[in-house]
């Protein structure tokens, strides 16, 4: 794979975080406990493959200067700019939630959660959208 595929690849795993992350909101909804770890799982390990990818892509590539004009200009800086905050509090944000849910402390785990996934979601999903605009 070279580093030109890497802006794909990255959609790629965000769009299947998203989607283990609603998976993981539906299974909890209907009492499937086993199947809500594992997607949640599922989506913190498609999550650091992501922000791997992502850092290897930007140390070799550096950024790709959005060429849009006019109001598609300004949607697209409104997005980045809520993404970019919102990924970096996400990732505190999902490893305490992760670990009290692992450490089996579910009234605070679901605390956070309620936060913690839309959030998640929100910064996946603008992932997608961002690339999209890019390329």
Do not use: C
């Amino acid at each position: 794979m070279t580093t030109s595929e890497l802006p794909a690849l990255n959609a790629t795993l965000n769009s299947l975080a998203a989607l283990l992350l609603l998976a993981g909101w539906r299974f909890i909804r209907h009492q499937h406990r086993g199947a809500h770890r594992a997607a949640m799982l599922s989506a913190v390990l498609v999550s650091t493959l992501f922000l791997t990818s992502y850092v290897i892509y930007h140390a070799n590539a550096g950024s790709r200067p959005f060429k849009g004009i006019g109001p598609v200009r300004t949607l697209y800086f409104t997005i980045l700019i809520t993404h970019v905050i919102l990924a970096a509090a996400i990732v505190p944000m999902v490893f305490i939630t992760a670990s009290r849910a692992l450490k089996g402390r579910f009234d605070r785990h679901v605390r956070i959660a309620r936060w913690t996934l839309p959030l998640w979601i929100y910064v996946s999903v603008t992932g997608v959208v961002i690339y999209a605009m890019l390329y």
